[in-house]
């Protein structure tokens, strides 16, 4: 018997948020379109967890939290799993926020729905900064 192919096995999806409501309904969205979630709830979790195991191929990171910022998430991710596609999230304005940090990401503005997100994830797939 042959091993699984690359396309075959689960994709991984690591959301890091700070609010409950948008943790769940992400990770809903993301559990819809076939992935394997994890959610955690700070900077500090999000940095151990990156550090901890590779193997995500999907990472949404929410800006602004009460213990740092999702930049902090980004320079772990690209320190420890520079492969995984990355998705930033806000409810504050694009340009604002990402001076500096994720250029060249894709970037979903809060609130968002089932659809924006899947066309959001599409682009963080495809590599192409864009707002939604």
Same mark, same amino acid.
């Given at each position: 018997?042959?091993?699984? #192919?690359?396309?075959? =096995?689960?994709?991984?999806?690591?959301?890091?948020?700070?609010?409950?409501? !948008?943790?769940?309904?992400? @990770?809903?969205?993301?559990?819809?379109?076939?992935?394997?979630?994890?959610?955690?709830? #700070?900077?500090? %979790?999000?940095?151990?967890?990156? @550090?901890?195991?590779?193997?995500?191929? =999907?990472?949404?990171?929410? =800006? !602004?939290?009460?213990?740092?910022?999702?930049?902090?998430?980004?320079?772990?991710?690209?320190?420890?799993?520079?492969?995984?596609?990355?998705?930033? #999230?806000?409810?504050?304005? @694009?340009?604002?926020?990402?001076?500096?940090?994720?250029?060249?990401?894709?970037? =979903?503005?809060?609130?968002?729905?089932?659809?924006?997100?899947? @066309?959001?994830?599409?682009? %963080?797939?495809?590599?192409?900064?864009?707002?939604?």
């Amino acid at each position: 018997m042959s091993p699984p #192919s690359a396309d075959s =096995l689960p994709r991984r999806a690591l959301i890091a948020d700070d609010e409950d409501m !948008v943790r769940d309904f992400c @990770a809903f969205g993301l559990q819809r379109m076939g992935y394997e979630v994890e959610t955690v709830e #700070s900077v500090a %979790a999000a940095k151990e967890r990156i @550090a901890l195991d590779g193997g995500l191929d =999907l990472v949404v990171i929410d =800006l !602004v939290f009460p213990d740092g910022s999702g930049g902090e998430i980004y320079a772990t991710l690209l320190e420890h799993i520079p492969t995984a596609a990355v998705l930033l #999230s806000s409810g504050y304005d @694009a340009h604002d926020v990402l001076t500096g940090v994720g250029e060249g990401c894709a970037f =979903l503005p809060k609130p968002y729905s089932l659809q924006e997100l899947e @066309a959001a994830v599409a682009r %963080a797939l495809g590599g192409e900064e864009q707002v939604a």
